[in-house]
């Protein structure tokens, strides 16, 4: 049976725990329709990992504001490079997470592999010596 493409991301009800109140929500629709768009969702599983990597997407697209924004605070210098490396572990976190998710989407989408035929077991024993010039005092076979 052939698997169904989802209905797309709620973006709406992403939205009103997503969105901060100086983004914008039809960025967020935007980016929402782009990826269900490229990934077409087949599943609850895969419509999840998209959902997920439209969070990690918006959370990356944030730290770059914060970042852009940074520059133009007036802040004194040392309080700027402690902001950047929390920015810079926050990015790392971020991205740790959607290679993640985007790692499980693809797998999702692999074809199973075929299924191999079983070996014949191997004999416990083994009859034959491999070196035919030794000799092998009967007890020990």
């Not at 402690?82 to 572990?89: C, E, G, S």
Request: positive net charge; proline residues 9%; glycine residues 2%.
């Amino acid at each position: 049976m052939a698997m169904q493409p989802m209905k797309p991301i709620d973006s709406e009800r992403l939205a009103s725990f997503l969105v901060l109140g100086d983004e914008d929500p039809a960025e967020w629709r935007r980016l929402c329709d782009r990826l269900n768009a490229q990934w077409q969702p087949r599943g609850m599983a895969e419509n999840h990992y998209v959902e997920s990597l439209a969070r990690y997407e918006w959370r990356l697209m944030r730290v770059q504001r914060w970042e852009a924004g940074l520059d133009r605070q007036d802040a004194l210098p040392e309080d700027k490079v402690r902001l950047r490396r929390d920015l810079a572990k926050y990015r790392a976190s971020i991205q740790r997470g959607y290679a993640q998710v985007l790692r499980f989407l693809l797998a999702m989408r692999k074809p199973p592999l075929p299924k191999r035929a079983r070996p014949a077991p191997k004999s416990k024993r083994q009859t034959q010596c491999v070196w035919p010039d030794l000799k092998i005092p009967p007890y020990i076979m």
